[in-house]
């Protein structure tokens, strides 16, 4: 199996930023995702790096390294309605989602 | 807004009752998916059609029963649930089950409650 771990949940201030991690066990994947969702609404796609390296998209970046089984996801200037539910995802032939990261974003 | 669509939004049933889900995508995706979502926990999936032939069906009750009658529509047929089968149900699309041409696009789910 995957075996993918993130933090439950992380609070940061706005206009700060937070570093959302996830680290995976598997013996090889296609890439990984890393979607947004808000309570109660679908989740929305965020990033997807197949490489490894930095992947930037605006106020978002993710991150992969394969050979540490490890990604991370960059908010930065954190908005209000940034707080939401953050999963990352590995493509292996199907999608196997980790738990996700609550975060919140205070004033 | 959402380009999957899915309906109905909301659907309260009975553990007798017989009920549809139904989803659609015009986005020209040959992947599409049911995932089944519980509070506080990550999606969970269900059934994948590739083509509109069933590929993926990860050990799901036969009290649900997928069906693609092409390659816009997906439903979700339910039959005698249990209380326990409450969740949101979230379809998916993709331009293929590879993932490599495009994510999963989701629909915004229906929430079901079983009585």
């Known amino acids: 199996g995957q075996n993918i771990d993130q933090p439950t949940e992380m609070t940061a201030t706005e206009g700060a930023i937070v570093q959302i991690n996830c680290t995976y066990q598997?013996?090889?994947?296609?890439?990984l995702f890393w979607y947004q969702q808000h309570a109660g609404e679908a989740p929305t796609f965020l990033s997807y790096n197949v490489l490894d390296g930095l992947e930037e998209k605006g106020r978002f970046s993710s991150f992969l390294s394969r050979s540490k089984g490890y990604s991370y996801l960059l908010l930065k200037e954190l908005q209000m309605k940034d707080s939401a539910s953050y999963l990352c995802a590995l493509n292996d032939y199907k999608l196997s989602f980790g738990a996700g990261t609550t975060v919140t974003v205070r004033a | 807004d959402t380009e999957v669509t899915q309906t109905p939004k909301h659907l309260v049933m009975g553990m007798t009752n017989k009920k549809s889900l139904k989803c659609e995508q015009h986005m020209g995706h040959r992947a599409m998916y049911w995932y089944k979502q519980k509070a506080k926990k990550p999606p969970e999936l269900m059934f994948v059609?590739?083509?509109?032939?069933?590929?993926i069906n990860e050990s799901v009750p036969s009290r649900f029963s997928p069906e693609c009658p092409n390659s816009s529509l997906l439903n979700l047929h339910l039959h005698a649930l249990q209380p326990e089968d409450s969740a949101l149900y979230l379809c998916?699309?993709?331009?293929?089950?590879?993932?490599?041409?495009?994510?999963?696009?989701f629909g915004n789910g229906t929430r079901l409650t079983v009585t």
């Open positions: 998916a699309s993709s331009q293929d089950e590879n993932l490599r041409g495009s994510p999963l696009h």
């Open positions: 059609y590739s083509y509109e032939k069933l590929s």
């Open positions: 598997t013996s090889g994947f296609n890439g």
